[in-house]
């Protein structure tokens, strides 16, 4: 596995070639496109190669945490009754939502406009406690009490997020975010800022592909049905306004953000961290999609 894993990585090195970093937060604008990292985690052992250390921003792999935890204090019927599950085929930050706004069919938890609502979801007296709460459990699930937000490209998000800000306030306005909506704000771009690297979205999959557990310590850090139900929202919706075609050539769950990660996981195998902040036009990572793709078909991991 070891070795079908870094030739799966130089094969596809050249696509990083084919897309551009994102630079609509400027901070993210920094990265070198050339970086290519993949990192495997099994019950058994774990793979992995090129710049698999390398610390990146999760972005909207933040969606999930957002959701997990969510869905763990209130109930998936809680959550599914404000936000639904349909995909949009719509961009990440869409605002063009049809009157009367945020029916809640119009919008899923993998959306920013849905994610904003769901991260005012996670139970807390306080925007402060809602992010330690956050952070918390990204260090668990992640298996690293080390994790930090990136501070730089938390300042370059809340200065420049005017959209996000303006889809809050229309979530505001239909009564799905109480108490300040620059606080909530402030939780979802500095969690957005969280500095991963492909091991740390590598065991957060795990812990999915094992119906919420982890395998290493057998603790169940999320329920079992939890996982079976942000499974089944990461294969429909977790790689934006793409996810379709996703899901015909690569065939598992998986999340993406413009910082150019991607989470994915196959259930009961593996759990897949990747990092290539090349993205095409739709803010997948180009070179994590082949290298998934190659990897699906070589180990046969599509779910269909
Ligand atoms: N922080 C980003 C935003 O909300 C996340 C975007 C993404 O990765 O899709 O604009």
């Not at 698999?52 to 969606?63: D, G």
């Not at 370059?156 to 996000?164: D, H, I, L, V």
């Not at 996703?246 to 961290?273: H, L, Q, W």
Request: aromatic fraction near 8%; hydrophobic fraction near 40%.
């Amino acid at each position: 596995m070891q070795h079908c894993i870094e030739e799966i990585l130089e094969n596809c090195r050249r696509y990083t070639l084919d897309g551009e970093v994102a630079s609509y937060i400027p901070e993210l604008s920094k990265a070198n496109r050339e970086e290519i990292g993949i990192y495997v985690a099994t019950e058994d052992g774990d793979f992995f190669a090129g710049d698999w250390e390398k610390p990146f921003t999760i972005q909207s792999i933040a969606k999930t945490i957002f959701l997990m935890l969510a869905a763990k204090d209130n109930g998936i019927d809680f959550v599914k009754a404000h936000v639904g599950v349909e995909a949009t085929g719509k961009s990440f930050n869409a605002i063009d939502y049809a009157e009367p706004l945020l029916l809640r069919e119009h919008i899923n938890p993998m959306v920013n406009i849905g994610a904003i609502a769901v991260c005012g979801m996670v139970k807390a007296v306080s925007n402060e406690e809602r992010f330690q709460r956050l952070m918390t459990f990204s260090r668990r699930i992640m298996e690293n009490d080390e994790l930090q937000i990136d501070e730089e490209v938390y300042a370059s998000e809340k200065k420049t997020g005017n959209k996000n800000r303006a889809l809050a306030y229309l979530l505001k306005n239909s009564d799905m975010i109480y108490g300040s909506v620059e606080e909530l704000l402030d939780v979802y771009f500095a969690m957005c800022s969280l500095k991963v690297n492909c091991r740390d979205l590598a065991r957060m999959a795990l812990v999915l592909a094992h119906h919420g557990k982890n395998v290493h310590t057998g603790e169940q850090v999320i329920p079992e049905e939890d996982a079976v139900f942000m499974n089944a929202v990461l294969t429909t919706s977790g790689m934006y306004d793409g996810s379709g075609e996703f899901a015909t050539t690569v065939g598992i769950p998986a999340k993406s953000g413009v910082g150019g990660g991607i989470m994915a996981d196959c259930p009961g195998r593996m759990g897949i961290g990747i990092y290539s902040p090349a993205l095409d036009k739709k803010g997948n990572s180009v070179a994590g999609i082949r290298m998934l793709e190659v990897l699906s078909k070589s180990q046969k991991l599509s779910i269909f």
